[in-house]
């Protein structure tokens, strides 16, 4: 692709995103080599005409316990996509960790990171299953709908959106590489979301209050606000 083709899948209405400038482990980095990762990846994104990128994909979703790596993301974003779940909960409550959290603060009172938070937004990498599974698309196929669907029974307890899964894919071919996603597979998989009426929000729309230390969905800020108070 090139930068045409990217800012056409802006004007789509896809968030373009940063995932660093050389694809890095950043725990091996010194904070001048974090700074270039982060700092370089908004700046190139931003002369490019990509709007205020504020989310960073940590390579290898690794990062989300090294305090340095997690104080340089946050100079630059306001969230991070950095660690792995079958779910995120908003909250940060619904995890089974030590100490156990009740909001999404960055750090506990001890000064650890905390497990989850804005800079440690979970996600299910779908290439996980392609190489557990070896490519088989109809087993595939039905995990994807085990996840998707297991938000509900969270969300109808709390009467609100507070549990969202979100799916990673790397490359969508048929390669059958260890990570790589079947085009059939990724095409069942968007054709069942479209089919049983599930809305694919982009990542931006999440956002955090300092307040309450949650994270929300823009569009659902009012609720999940009256029933927090």
Not at 19 to 46: A, F, I, P, V
Request: proline letters at 2%.
């Amino acid at each position: 692709m090139n930068w045409n083709d990217v800012l056409e899948l802006q004007k789509d209405g896809h968030d373009i995103e940063s995932k660093g400038m050389t694809h890095r482990d950043l725990n091996h980095l010194s904070l001048k080599d974090l700074d270039y990762e982060m700092g370089g990846s908004k700046q190139c994104l931003e002369s490019h005409g990509i709007y205020s990128p504020n989310i960073f994909a940590a390579v290898h979703g690794d990062g989300w316990d090294n305090s340095t790596v997690m104080n340089a993301i946050s100079k630059y974003y306001g969230f991070a996509d950095n660690g792995f779940a079958d779910l995120m909960y908003l909250r940060c409550d619904g995890y089974d960790v030590t100490p156990k959290q009740t909001d999404c603060r960055t750090y506990n009172d001890n000064g650890t990171l905390t497990y989850a938070n804005s800079y440690s937004i979970r996600e299910r990498s779908q290439n996980t299953l392609d190489r557990i599974y070896l490519h088989n698309d109809s087993v595939i196929f039905e995990k994807f709908k085990e996840q998707v669907n297991s938000q509900t029974a969270y969300n109808s307890k709390k009467g609100f959106i507070d549990t969202i899964p979100i799916v990673a894919y790397h490359s969508i071919d048929n390669s059958k590489g260890s990570s790589s996603t079947d085009v059939g597979l990724f095409a069942s998989e968007m054709k069942y979301l479209h089919d049983d009426g599930f809305k694919v929000i982009p990542m931006s729309d999440l956002r955090y209050d300092q307040i309450t230390k949650y994270m929300y969905i823009r569009n659902n800020q009012l609720t999940i606000h009256l029933l927090s108070s």
